[in-house]
């Protein structure tokens, strides 16, 4: 990477948009003390980056004023106080939702105010208004349905409003406040069909014990429903303990991943920032028939503004960005993890050999990481499918390349797994082929490579005939991906167990089952296994018996190829957004170079192997990156256009 920070708008080229969400110290009933609050935290955030600041419900005066709302002073000073934040957010270059209470034509109104670049944009009033238990909104507000106008003081003010950025592709804001969330229907939703991205909510939620878990789950939820992003600002501790406690819960979520939360039950001011991606909240409603197809779309008034200001904070994403994006993060509970991954295979290993009425099931053992996954599997899939373990007939085939590391592996794993073990050296039947069609034997070109691979595969469809079985499939997603197979070679059985899981994830399942599962009998050699560089073995090992081949010299590093995988298929990212992705993610371990090297491989082989994948086997889809040309990825074989 390069030694200085890149701008700060390359995060936006790329559809990042800054979000904070702020639940500031107040003063209970002090509009003019929370007025300089509220104006030095939106300098700040504006500051470093932030383009969209929501504050809580009624934070220009504070939630729980209670009865003191009635009177006018009240009001005004809140309507005094507003003018004046929203001057000050003139040149800042960000949008800033306040809540505050709004007198219109007789009625008071608990609204949020949008600001932006010096005005008023519009109001939006509170739709639900909780009136039982510890909450008697009603006592002093009016639910938005009773608003008869459509401008307060020449503001366009409704539940109808969405504020679109002019200068910001994809920004799109609609608001609800606090109870609204808690509804069958959130108003939220309406906004969303009808284009809004970005989803704020002002809230004065009060803690009680359990709550704070189930809000968590409620923003996650409603921001997946919407394929949005949902930025959620409550009340903290200076409001009024007379009766409840308000802790201060911000919350940035986006289409069901929760990106960044406050510390609540604190006195002084908390911030919940983070970037989220228009992009890709655009590409997945592009995707999905069920938000495209959805009658329900109320009309809605548009408030265009423009952010403008020049764009401030360093270079970064304040979202999390993981290196290994199949890989489960740190704090996931890896055995139950494994344990599903390892039951999604099973189960469909297991389901396909009951409908065959299989007596037995074959699988090549090479030693290496995928046909060691394919084995554990097996292993399990026998279980469910009530066959005896002696029905895996599994086979070694040494041949040119083979060293004596992954075949002594290949032995001792079958040993201490308790599975019979054939081998069936194919030098011998290759050798005669080469001889039959021509070939140097001496000319390790694609052809002396390949003809291994179909020998094995011959050899392992022939042994399956003989056994009543099915040839059990062991190369993975990251394979399938670069077309790093021989076509009606490895690229062909009769189911093939790991299509869905990218070499990356395959080491990190060997890893658990290393040191939990198989600890006992297999442990050691399965660690062996993953400390074993990756190769194909289809070329002589050197003088010295130590393997020449390995993959990630030909193809790159798969980390690399796994992380390009996901952010193109998931996420339909293009080739500058990826790079600038793994410029970040592997910062300080991959150069720019380098990256750009390999992200033109992935790009070349993804498009020209799409043949391959067309005529792939049966798998089972384990996460949400899948390649089978019946389910998930439909690419024409012959594309002629360019990926990059």
Same mark, same amino acid.
């Given at each position: ?10 995060? $936006?080229?790329?559809? #990042? ?23 030095? $935290? ?44 929203? $001057? ?11 809540? /505050? ?6 009625? /008071? ?11 008023? @944009? ?113 009340? !903290? ?20 991943? /929760? ?79 494994? $344990?599903?991954? #390892? ?31 394919? @084995? /554990? ?9 009530? *066959? ?8 070694? *085939? ?76 062991? !190369? ?10 021989? +076509? ?74 796994? #992380?390009?995988?996901?952010? +193109? ?29 390999? @992200? ?5 082989? #993804? ?19 899948? @390649? ?6 439909? *690419? ?9």
């Amino acid at each position: 990477m390069p030694d200085q920070p890149l701008p700060a708008c390359l995060r $936006e080229c790329h559809g #990042f948009l800054r979000v904070a969400a702020v639940s500031p110290e107040l003063v209970l009933g002090d509009v003019a003390a929370n007025l300089v609050v509220l104006k030095r $935290e939106t300098t700040a955030l504006a500051m470093s980056g932030a383009r969209l600041i929501v504050f809580p419900e009624l934070s220009l005066t504070g939630y729980s004023c209670a009865d003191l709302f009635h009177h006018a002073a009240l009001l005004n000073k809140a309507r005094q106080a507003l003018g004046e934040l929203a $001057e000050s957010t003139a040149g800042l270059g960000c949008l800033v939702v306040v809540g /505050l209470p709004l007198a219109v034509e007789s009625r /008071l109104y608990n609204v949020a105010a949008v600001l932006a670049d010096g005005r008023v @944009l519009g109001y939006v009033p509170k739709s639900f208004l909780p009136n039982s238990g510890e909450f008697y909104e009603r006592r002093w507000f009016s639910p938005a349905a009773t608003l008869t106008e459509t401008e307060a003081g020449g503001v366009p003010i409704g539940v109808d409003l969405l504020f679109r950025a002019t200068d910001l592709p994809g920004f799109v804001l609609g608001v609800e406040i606090c109870e609204d969330l808690w509804t069958v229907i959130p108003p939220s939703s309406h906004a969303a069909l009808a284009g809004a991205t970005v989803l704020a909510n002002p809230s004065a939620s009060d803690e009680v014990l359990g709550k704070a878990p189930y809000r968590r789950g409620l923003v996650g939820q409603q921001s997946a429903r919407c394929l949005a992003a949902y930025v959620y600002a409550g009340a !903290g501790a200076g409001e009024s303990s007379s009766d409840v406690v308000y802790s201060g819960h911000g919350l940035v979520a986006e289409n069901g991943v /929760l990106l960044a939360e406050t510390r609540r039950f604190s006195f002084d001011t908390q911030t919940a920032v983070a970037d989220v991606d228009l992009q890709r909240l655009q590409h997945e409603r592009l995707k999905s028939a069920a938000f495209r197809d959805d009658e329900a779309r109320p009309v809605f008034r548009k408030v265009s503004f423009a952010l403008g200001g020049q764009l401030k904070g360093g270079e970064g994403l304040l979202r999390p960005l993981p290196a290994l994006p199949f890989v489960p993060c740190a704090g996931a509970d890896r055995r139950a993890v494994c $344990e599903e991954i #390892f039951a999604i295979q099973a189960t469909g290993l297991a389901r396909r050999l009951r409908q065959t009425r299989s007596r037995s099931a074959v699988l090549g053992l090479s030693g290496g990481l995928d046909s060691t996954l394919a @084995l /554990l599997v097996l292993i399990e899939a026998l279980k469910l499918a009530g *066959m005896p373990r002696s029905a895996a007939v599994i086979v070694t *085939m040494p041949g040119f390349g083979t060293t004596a590391r992954t075949k002594g592996n290949a032995e001792k794993l079958a040993e201490a797994l308790g599975v019979s073990l054939r081998t069936i050296s194919i030098k011998a039947a290759v050798e005669q082929h080469f001889a039959d069609i021509g070939h140097p034997p001496g000319l390790h070109d694609i052809t002396y490579e390949n003809a291994q691979a179909r020998e094995r595969t011959q050899v392992l469809m022939d042994v399956a005939n003989q056994t009543g079985g099915l040839v059990i499939g062991t !190369g993975d997603l990251s394979e399938a991906a670069l077309g790093w197979c021989t +076509f009606n070679g490895d690229h062909m059985s009769m189911y093939h167990v790991n299509a869905g899981v990218p070499k990356t994830l395959v080491k990190y399942l060997i890893g658990w089952a290393a040191t939990e599962r198989h600890a006992a009998e297999a442990g050691e050699v399965l660690h062996d296994i993953i400390d074993t560089p990756i190769s194909p073995e289809l070329l002589p090992v050197g003088a010295d018996g130590q393997m020449e081949q390995k993959t990630e010299d030909t193809v790159g590093p798969y980390e690399l190829h796994d #992380f390009f995988l996901f952010h +193109f298929v998931r996420h339909g990212c293009p080739a500058e957004k990826i790079r600038y992705l793994a410029g970040l993610a592997f910062a300080g371990k991959h150069e720019v170079g380098v990256i750009e090297q390999w @992200l033109a491989v992935f790009l070349r082989r #993804f498009a020209q192997n799409q043949f391959k994948r067309s005529s792939m086997p049966d798998g089972p889809k384990v996460g949400s990156v899948a @390649l089978s040309p019946r389910g998930d990825w439909r *690419m024409p074989s012959d594309w002629g256009g360019a990926l990059e």
